[in-house]
């Protein structure tokens, strides 16, 4: 079975420009979450999708970030424009459902920001 | 304010011995626990769980044990081996909410 997938591996931007990450989860999986992680630090989670429902977005800045899952499968993370604190390694992930189960990861996408 | 705590950044420990990683949490209402693992440029993997309803939770060389009374858990690793090397997030939801992780604590277990 295939893992939790994301592209692309490793994106380097100029501040101000838009990026997009997109992210496909476990076939079957009705939840899906976006985690931010900084150096040295724990996923922060960003988002979180039941099917195509975002039912937890209140740590995404909505300033500058955006999300969408279209059909209740594959997702896009985006951002525009960036900002060079936005540099980090921006996960995927998801779960057959919300609540108490574990979640399985992506290997993420690491962002640079210059 | 970290609801969760994992005090130690690193740890080394000499393979075949028994590696313990510490995490703390302040929210009373936690009742689930995971550990994850993580190698170097890929995601988390998820390696042993535990409900406030326990004590305790083995699987294989993992055993996790919870303190309710002290909202500390630890991961105990029995024998450690080469391949234990990797950062272990501790991470706590409170009914069935959002998990919230801790910063990690990078283990070395030296041949």
């Known amino acids: 079975e295939a893992g939790v997938v994301q592209s692309p591996r490793y994106k380097i931007i100029e501040k101000k420009q838009p990026v997009a990450f997109w992210c496909n989860p476990i076939?079957?999986?009705?939840?899906l979450y976006w985690y931010l992680q900084n150096l040295g630090q724990g996923p922060e989670l960003l988002i979180r999708?039941?099917?195509?429902?975002?039912?937890?977005d209140s740590q995404l800045p909505k300033d500058r970030f955006s999300a969408e899952r279209l059909k209740g499968v594959d997702s896009t993370l985006k951002i525009q424009p960036a900002e060079l604190g936005d540099s980090a390694v921006y996960l995927c992930?998801?779960?057959?459902?919300?609540?108490?189960?574990?979640?399985?990861f992506g290997q993420g996408t690491r962002l640079t920001v210059v | 304010d970290q609801q969760v705590k994992q005090n130690s950044p690193s740890l080394s420990v000499q393979e075949g011995r028994i590696s313990i990683l510490n995490c703390d949490y302040t929210?009373?209402?936690?009742?689930?626990f995971l550990w994850y693992k993580k190698y170097p440029a890929e995601g988390p993997t998820f390696l042993i769980s535990?409900?406030?309803?326990?004590d305790k939770n083995e699987d294989g060389r993992f055993t996790v044990f919870l303190n309710k009374s002290a909202k500390h858990l630890s991961l105990h690793i029995v024998p450690s081996q080469p391949g234990d090397s990797a950062v272990y997030f501790c991470?706590?939801?409170?009914?069935?909410?959002?998990?919230?992780f801790g910063p990690g604590t990078r283990l070395s277990v030296l041949p």
């Open positions: 999708y039941e099917n195509e429902e975002a039912v937890d």
């Open positions: 929210n009373s209402m936690f009742d689930y």
């Open positions: 992930a998801s779960s057959p459902q919300g609540g108490n189960t574990e979640a399985f």
């Open positions: 991470a706590a939801s409170a009914s069935g909410q959002n998990f919230v």
């Open positions: 076939s079957g999986h009705n939840t």
């Open positions: 535990i409900s406030s309803i326990k």
